[in-house]
């Protein structure tokens, strides 16, 4: 009897720690995912470093053209699955669900504009994904307890999308790098949240 219920309350915690780590690790698998998709990309055309293109650049090219492309779409689609998911405060999971979604029409407007042929509208959709990251990195930090790795995260967005803007209208210039740490410090920041929310809900 004793063995049974240690062994049926083993399972219970099982599926809560199941059930609480989904959010996170939806957000981890598709920013691993297009992390390598990505690299792969660069190996591939690694004049992509040293072209002043961004990340964009990879979605003009036939030999790049579809791992760029999956590796949007994998990213959509784990934002997708977390805003299926009902975590932390209601008005809290109306925000994360509203902007996700919000990000996952401006990622496709991304892959259906290419920078080569409809820039304005390519930039029009890749600066409001910058701003709503931006925007929601900032509420992230407001409902998380202090934190300076958290606070660092979101100077590290601020400074890197400061500068690729700098770099957008140049020739030349590291566009693609501050590109790709404007990502890795939003994506980092949302798993962290992800995780203290669920663990930790909000209800203010």
């Known amino acids: 009897m004793a063995l049974r219920s240690a062994l049926t309350l083993q399972r219970s915690f099982s599926i809560i720690r199941s059930n609480i780590k989904r959010p996170s690790r939806y957000i981890t698998y598709g920013l691993a995912a297009a992390i390598v998709l990505l690299t792969f990309c660069i190996i591939l055309r690694p004049e992509s470093l040293n072209v002043d293109n961004g990340l964009s650049y990879f979605g003009t090219l036939k030999t790049t053209i579809v791992p760029y492309t999956i590796a949007y779409l994998l990213y959509a689609l784990s934002l997708w699955k977390v805003s299926t998911i009902r975590f932390g405060s209601l008005w809290q999971h109306r925000i994360f669900t509203w902007v996700f979604r919000i990000m996952i029409v401006q990622i496709i407007g991304l892959l259906l504009t290419p920078g080569n042929s409809v820039y304005d ?84």
Do not use: D
Not at 125 to 143: I, M, N, P, Q, R
Not at 168 to 180: N, S
């Open 121 to 204: 509208i390519h930039l029009f959709f890749g600066s409001g994904l910058f701003v709503l990251e931006v925007l929601l990195s900032t509420c992230l930090v407001a409902w998380l307890a202090f934190s300076w790795l958290n606070v660092s995260l979101v100077m590290a967005e601020i400074f890197s999308g400061i500068a690729s803007f700098y770099f957008l209208p140049w020739t030349r210039g590291p566009l693609l790098q501050t590109q790709v740490l404007f990502q890795l410090a939003f994506g980092i920041l949302l798993i962290r949240a992800l995780t203290v929310l669920e663990l930790k809900p909000l209800h203010r």
